[in-house]
């Protein structure tokens, strides 16, 4: 459960979330790694400041030092911190977000497997392929064929 800066809870009902669904999944995520409690997670906007932004730039390159710089910290400060908070570097998690949209993009669509790496930032079709089987286990071609299949 989400809650606002006074301790009151955000509902479906108080509009809050209804404004901010596409932000949902990514706070999903990030409460998932990041262990939070209620207090933390007030305390560190900076932080989701940083991982919404990821998640809206997925498609473009993004590198540590642009992501630092959302928030006027050094890239190897930011890496720490990031590290320290999300239980991984930002790189890393930045790629997870990708390949959560990809095989999104993957189970619902039709698009070729070559878009959906470009949508998703990947400039490099090849890159993909392989942070895709290393993530996912199987290639993006049989991960759409399985789920085509169920």
Known sequence: MLFDEYGKAYTEKSGVLKENKKLLPILDIFLEKALYS?????????????ISYMAEHMQEKLTVEDIAAIIYMSPAAFSRAFHKHVSMPPITFLNELRLDKAKKLLSETDISISQIAEA????????????FGRYVGVTPAV???KKDNS
């Open 38 to 50: 209620q207090e933390a997670l007030q305390s560190n906007k900076d932080l989701i400041k940083v």
């Open 120 to 131: 998703v930032g990947f400039e490099d079709e090849f890159y993909f392929f392989k942070i």
């Open 143 to 145: 991960y759409r064929q």
